[in-house]
């Protein structure tokens, strides 16, 4: 597994000291490509072992850690269901991403456009947060705090 800091610490005697930095901006690269190639071991690099992934009303996330989410990708890549990446855009400690939806062709079910919010905590991503609308996603990135971690 590779390990990646966002940012050093002062000191110089910590474990983090030969760590790669990994910045928000290429963390939000490798989210766009697991994406969009639904390539679940580059997802699983990503995610905090107890990442959460759900609507923002619920109490309780659908997903609650990161074989949970893991294991939603993967049925919906055996269906067929797929993912056209329209925007990742970093915003604070958090990534938002816009998504088509391309169902599987054999269901001719419409594309849907969704919202991701992605909370970055320690160089992973600890949250997913899903939405229907670019301003409602954009509101909780800018300004969000969640009842999930607490």
């Known amino acids: 597994m590779r390990v990646y800091v966002l940012a050093k610490c002062s000191d110089p005697t910590c474990c983090c000291v030969e760590t790669p930095i990994q910045t928000m ?77 391309l169902a599987n062709p054999q269901t001719k079910s419409k594309v849907n456009t969704r919202w991701q919010v992605l909370s970055v905590t320690d160089g992973r991503v600890a949250e997913i947060r899903g939405y229907e609308r670019r301003g409602e996603a954009m509101t909780f990135a800018t300004s969000g705090v969640s009842q999930w971690m607490t």
Not at 45 to 61: F, I, K, T, Y
Not at 85 to 90: A, L, N, P, Q, S
Not at 93 to 101: E, H, M, P, Q, R
């Open 25 to 101: 901006e290429t963390l939000a690269a490798h989210v766009r490509y697991a994406m969009e190639a639904v390539d679940l071991d580059v997802m699983r690099e990503l995610l905090a072992p107890n990442a959460r992934w759900g609507a923002p009303e619920q109490d309780v996330p659908t997903c609650r850690n990161a074989t949970e989410i893991l294991a939603w990708y993967e049925l919906a890549r055996e269906n067929g269901v797929r993912a056209e990446i329209t925007e990742v855009k970093v915003v604070e400690d958090n990534i938002l991403v816009g998504l088509k939806i």
